[in-house]
């Protein structure tokens, strides 16, 4: 079998960004995304970039802070204070990875957590282990869209989550359990990884290590979501899956680029339309 089905981030992405708009449009006030940016990591900047674009596209208001390199940490809270105190700005994110003399936690843990669009802040990381309503990190949300695109029903599925990242792994397994999935959580230490991956019914992988996860590895039938972003050296971008050996076993997989990246700015939209209603 190798007629997988491609899951389109982008057309996925635009159809969530249309539904935003339309409720942006009925609201009194503008929503507000304050984007926080440290030091000239490029791909950072690049992120930045297409986020503000997207905002543009929703509707939304983007204000942005740019400190250099060397910003120390009092300069760096003092901006999320001053985000914090304005009501125009319903979400901040800070855009990780800081530079390495800053501690990126503190900074996480100062974000007013009804303003956390990225999920991270512990009231929000307690709500969603509790099912209870807060805001959820943006790349397991649009993760979770794109199974739902092949699969509504994921009741009893085995579910391997290969990374266990409290940005990506921790909550991606907490959203699939809440789908009533088995889930398994694989990583570095796991031992037998082939074996385990080989039982998913859904296979996502974040490790960051390209094409890590071979065609032999992937269960005939499964779901597979890469959410790996690799430059090899030849300038090209690949996933941690190896994307033409899956496509002979999967049911569906997400290319890279254009599977879970654009989704992931879609739910950074809509966590900020969330914190504003």
Not at 147 to 165: D, F, Y
Request: with cysteine; hydrophobic share 40%; aromatic share 2%.
């Amino acid at each position: 079998m190798s007629d997988a089905i491609i899951i389109d981030g982008k057309k996925a992405a635009a159809d969530k960004r249309t539904e935003l708009k339309n409720i942006v449009d009925g609201l009194d006030k503008k929503p507000g995304l304050a984007v926080i940016l440290v030091g000239e990591d490029p791909a950072s900047h690049v992120y930045v970039r297409n986020k503000i674009r997207a905002c543009e596209k929703v509707g939304i208001q983007s204000f942005e802070a740019r400190l250099p390199e060397k910003a120390t940490q009092a300069e760096v809270a003092a901006e999320i204070q001053a985000f914090n105190d304005n009501p125009a700005i319903d979400g901040i994110l800070l855009q990780l990875p800081v530079p390495d003399h800053l501690d990126s936690d503190a900074l996480i843990h100062m974000i007013k957590p009804e303003k956390d669009v990225d999920g991270l802040t512990l009231p929000n990381i307690g709500a969603l282990v509790a099912e209870l309503d807060g805001l959820v990190p943006c790349t397991p949300q649009g993760s979770m869209h794109l199974i739902k695109t092949v699969e509504e029903n994921l009741s009893g599925k085995h579910a391997v989550v290969i990374g266990r990242s409290l940005l990506f792994g921790k909550p991606m397994a907490q959203l699939l359990l809440q789908e009533n999935c088995t889930v398994t959580t694989a990583h570095s230490r796991t031992q037998n990884i082939e074996e385990i991956c080989k039982q998913a019914d859904i296979l996502v992988a974040a490790v960051g290590r390209p094409k890590m996860v071979k065609g032999e590895w992937i269960k005939e039938g499964a779901i597979v979501i890469d959410v790996g972003i690799n430059r090899l050296d030849d300038g090209t971008l690949c996933g941690d899956v190896d994307y033409e050996e899956a496509l002979g076993k999967a049911k569906a997989i997400t290319p890279v680029p254009g599977g879970v990246g654009p989704m992931t700015i879609a739910y950074l939209l809509a966590n900020t339309v969330k914190a504003a209603q």
